[in-house]
């Protein structure tokens, strides 16, 4: 029975610090994480469901508090979320596989739905494919360089940094 509450309380601290760390990186770089050419530095943090499943509540988390926080909205706070979410349960399904797959479904995810909120919530100018291109970029900065960067730092610790949680 302690052993079940020891990985519920653990599980549950490592999503809150996930989530954390993903509010300060946004708000941090919030010059650079909104709008149709955007570099959410944060979005780095959605390789970590390869490491630990604690890491998909806390990335949505920290996406949904972190597009409130910024008074985005609520298409965006919903959808944005949402694509984060998407992306973290996808990584975390494909953590058996190649790690070169862990940032592939946020990107595609944000890239596929960030575009739709920008264009109907606010009005942007620029076309669907366009924003798919310029979100695209940023989410392959944030996750394909700079997350598998995070990851190969963390991967050598992970038994360490991320203990058994559930």
Not at 11 to 25: D, E, S
Not at 63 to 91: Q, R
Request: hydrophobic share 55%.
């Amino acid at each position: 029975m302690k052993t079940i509450q020891h990985s519920k309380v653990l599980f549950t601290a490592q999503a809150a610090m996930i989530a954390a760390i993903y509010v300060v990186l946004t708000v941090i770089g919030a010059s650079f994480a909104f709008g149709p050419v955007q570099i959410r530095f944060s979005e780095a943090l959605t390789i970590l469901p390869a490491l630990t499943p604690a890491a998909v509540p806390g990335v949505f988390l920290g996406c949904l508090i972190s597009n409130i926080a910024a008074g985005a909205l609520l298409p965006d706070v919903i959808f944005g979320s949402l694509a984060t979410l998407i992306g973290a349960v996808f990584t975390w399904m494909l953590r058996n596989h190649s790690r070169y797959l862990a940032p592939l479904p946020p990107i595609i995810a944000n890239s596929l739905i960030v575009p739709f909120v920008l264009k109907y919530a606010y009005m942007e100018p620029f076309s669907i494919p366009f924003m798919m291109l310029t979100v695209g970029i940023g989410e392959i900065v944030s996750c394909g360089i700079l997350g598998m960067i995070l990851y190969t730092a963390l991967s050598r610790y992970q038994n360490i940094i991320f203990k058994k949680a559930l």
